[in-house]
């Protein structure tokens, strides 16, 4: 037998105004798709905003259904709505912000495990890590710099063994 260990360290920044500038912007955009969600069953809107390779953003964000299952994160619409865009283009970093009409949002909310498979699998088409900047709708930021980060031991397509 043996054991073995796994570990992240995050940054976190005090709020908006400490983030670096660039990311600052991207996050603004988030927080702009996320006053557009269709949350109209949960009232937690979330908004997500990718800056590409070629310095245009994309964002998401949630979308519901009455037939609940149906719904969708943003993190997972923004993520698509790259791929389908911007093919096979690179993502620099990924910006994530949620709100409640229900209550205030000062924790920073990290995406859901459905969300981390998901980006995992463009992250490793990139070859390269995407940075995850996540918050509520104030209060601090923490950021991952690598989806692995948040998401180890990945199953991949390197686990399919026939691609
Ligand atoms: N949601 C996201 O958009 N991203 C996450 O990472 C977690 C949850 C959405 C899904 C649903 O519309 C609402 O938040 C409540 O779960």
């Not at 979308?63 to 994160?73: F, R, S, T, W």
């Not at 709100?99 to 088409?125: D, F, M």
């Not at 209060?139 to 199953?155: H, Q, R, T, V």
Request: with cysteine; glycine share 6%; hydrophobic share 40%.
């Amino acid at each position: 037998m043996r054991k073995f260990k796994i570990s992240s360290e995050f940054t976190v920044y005090d709020g908006l105004k400490e983030l670096p500038e660039e990311v600052r912007y991207v996050m603004l955009k988030a927080v702009q798709a996320r006053s557009n969600a269709y949350a109209p069953y949960s009232k937690f809107r979330v908004g997500a905003a990718l800056l590409m390779d070629n310095g245009d953003v994309v964002v998401g964000n949630n979308q519901e259904n009455a037939a609940y299952p149906n719904g969708l994160c943003a993190e997972r619409v923004a993520i698509y709505h790259a791929g389908a865009v911007y093919p096979g283009m690179p993502v620099r970093f990924l910006c994530v912000t949620a709100a409640s009409e229900l209550r205030k949002v000062t924790e920073a909310i990290p995406p859901c495990g459905s969300c981390r498979q998901t980006i995992a699998e463009y992250e490793e088409n990139q070859n390269s890590p995407i940075p995850i900047y996540f918050m509520g709708d104030s209060g601090e930021i923490i950021m991952a710099s690598s989806l692995s980060d948040l998401l180890p031991l990945i199953f991949s397509k390197d686990s399919l063994n026939n691609i």
